[in-house]
């Protein structure tokens, strides 16, 4: 955004409420946003404004910027200090890097192929007899799994492409509306009801006894 033209109090006022209905899409570019922040505080001289104009120039930058106001306030006392806002934030250098690639979630798909899925704990002594007993060196990784993180592994793309599992549901058997002898089982008190239907005669429904 070109702001330059706003260069009173005033004026930055009336673009305020006179934008109060407009929704801004501010830039997706979080350097050119800075710049644009570290040119306001400098044109107004935030440092020696009063109390109720820098809460108006905040209120300018948080609409126009995108910016939170946790966000505004902090380039804002980064430009007090230095004269200018940077990102200081970055990713990290090394990145985090999984212990167990797809290689090893595929490897324990085949492994619960072979054994029809095991609780955790079952799976991991598998997995570590698999390195320890009979050194096979592709269960190097895996024979050190945490139980919790096997039932992660089990999520894994690499394992779901070689095995998923599908659960059939289960119907549950209902009684309602069958017809049954009693079984008192030698206990007096019970009784069997038979509703009997008359029929319908022209169109008129018939009596229905018990």
Same mark, same amino acid.
């Given at each position: 955004?070109?702001?330059?033209?706003?260069?009173?109090?005033?004026?930055?006022?009336?673009?305020?409420?006179?934008?109060?209905?407009?929704?801004?899409?501010? &830039? !997706?570019?979080? #350097? %050119? +946003?800075?710049?644009?922040?570290? @040119?306001?505080?400098?044109?107004? /001289?935030? =440092?020696?404004?009063?109390?109720?104009?820098?809460?108006?120039?905040?209120?300018?930058?948080?609409?126009?910027?995108?910016?939170?106001?946790?966000?505004?306030?902090?380039?804002?006392?980064?430009?007090?200090?230095?004269?200018?806002?940077?990102?200081?934030?970055?990713?990290?250098?090394?990145?985090?890097?999984?212990?167990?690639?797809?290689?090893?979630?595929?490897?324990?798909?085949?492994?619960?192929?072979?054994?029809?899925? &095991? !609780?955790?704990? #079952? %799976? +991991?002594?598998?997995?570590?007899? @698999?390195?320890?007993?009979?050194? /096979?060196? =592709?269960?190097?990784?895996?024979?050190?799994?945490?139980?919790?993180?096997?039932?992660?592994?089990?999520?894994?793309?690499?394992?779901?492409?070689?095995?998923?599992?599908?659960?059939?549901?289960?119907?549950?058997?209902?009684?309602?509306?069958?017809?049954?002898?009693?079984?008192?089982?030698?206990?007096?008190?019970?009784?069997?009801?038979?509703?009997?239907?008359?029929?319908?005669?022209?169109?008129?429904?018939?009596?229905?006894?018990?």
């Amino acid at each position: 955004m070109n702001d330059v033209q706003l260069t009173t109090l005033d004026q930055v006022r009336e673009f305020l409420a006179g934008t109060a209905a407009l929704q801004f899409s501010p &830039l !997706s570019d979080d #350097a %050119t +946003r800075y710049r644009f922040v570290a @040119a306001v505080v400098a044109r107004f /001289d935030y =440092r020696h404004l009063g109390r109720a104009d820098k809460g108006l120039l905040r209120h300018d930058l948080i609409r126009t910027t995108g910016y939170s106001r946790t966000q505004v306030a902090r380039l804002i006392r980064q430009c007090r200090e230095t004269g200018r806002a940077v990102q200081r934030y970055a990713p990290p250098k090394a990145g985090f890097t999984r212990r167990y690639t797809e290689a090893d979630a595929r490897l324990l798909a085949q492994v619960d192929g072979l054994h029809g899925t &095991l !609780s955790g704990p #079952a %799976t +991991r002594v598998l997995l570590q007899r @698999a390195y320890r007993v009979y050194a /096979d060196a =592709r269960f190097e990784r895996l024979a050190g799994i945490a139980v919790a993180h096997l039932y992660n592994l089990r999520r894994r793309a690499g394992y779901l492409s070689v095995r998923r599992v599908w659960t059939v549901t289960r119907p549950t058997p209902v009684t309602i509306g069958q017809r049954r002898r009693p079984e008192p089982a030698g206990r007096p008190g019970f009784i069997r009801v038979d509703s009997v239907h008359q029929g319908d005669q022209d169109g008129i429904k018939g009596l229905c006894a018990a």
